[in-house]
């Protein structure tokens, strides 16, 4: 009786050593078919997948070569599977009362390619020197593409900037939005950013230091955008009523 209870359990562990290879040798059949020898990741890869290369590079740029920098320079490269267009939002914060702040914010579109990876941000530094803050400061950035987001992540850390070797920008002119082209640039990566869809642009005018660009929607409605100089955009909703009678609805700004 005992030899017959030992011969059972004997058969139920091949039994069950049985199953267990089969199981394995069919998973394994399985995983042929789904991904195939040799593939691009293009072809395996169903998702959208991007890897920022951190940490990034910080450098500054004195344009006017006067000993004090009005810019601070920030790159890294951005490893993606496959070509695509993306909208990155950078900012540059300081350490301020024992928390991060933000002293300087840009959003540029960027096309990836293999043989384009390098993304390069720039910051004006007239905040850091009204501020007076000193480094280390830091980046952190936000990539968009279509429906799809990567969060705001550090992307890298300065070295120990003090804030006396910037320039106070006010009077810069390098990148600021001077031209009519830029304006429509400007406003062009703004609606990329918030997925808004331009109309017709129907009227343009210049007022001082902001750019005025009227985009016609339908049922007689028109997107107003006010571009600063230093690129700055506010967007109004007018609707047009009367000659001469606009309402308008401030809908956000960036900058």
Request: no cysteine; charged share 25%; proline share 4%.
């Amino acid at each position: 009786m005992k030899l017959l209870r030992k011969y059972n359990g004997y058969n139920g562990v091949i039994f069950l050593l049985k199953k267990i290879l089969v199981a394995s040798a069919i998973l394994i059949v399985l995983m042929m078919f789904m991904i195939p020898t040799g593939a691009a990741p293009t072809e395996v890869v169903l998702d959208q997948q991007v890897e920022l290369e951190v940490p990034g590079n910080f450098s500054l740029l004195d344009a006017d070569h006067d000993q004090l920098a009005e810019t601070v320079k920030f790159s890294l490269a951005l490893k993606s599977y496959q070509e695509g267009q993306f909208i990155v939002t950078g900012n540059l914060e300081a350490m301020k009362n024992g928390r991060w702040v933000a002293v300087g914010t840009t959003v540029v579109p960027f096309t990836w390619s293999p043989d384009h990876q390098l993304i390069e941000l720039n910051f004006h530094a007239g905040n850091i020197r009204k501020q007076k803050i000193s480094g280390p400061y830091r980046v952190t950035v936000a990539l968009k593409s279509g429906d799809w987001e990567l969060p705001a992540q550090v992307a890298g850390f300065s070295p120990k900037y003090d804030w006396k070797i910037f320039s106070n920008t006010g009077d810069l002119k390098v990148g600021e939005i001077t031209t009519l082209s830029k304006a429509k640039r400007a406003v062009e990566t703004w609606a990329a950013y918030k997925d808004i869809r331009l109309g017709k642009l129907q009227d343009v005018d210049y007022d001082y230091d902001h750019w005025q660009l009227d985009y016609k929607e339908s049922f007689g409605r028109v997107t107003r955008f006010l571009v600063s100089s230093k690129g700055s955009v506010e967007v109004l909703k007018i609707k047009k009523t009367n000659p001469g009678e606009d309402w308008n609805k401030k809908l956000g700004d960036n900058g």
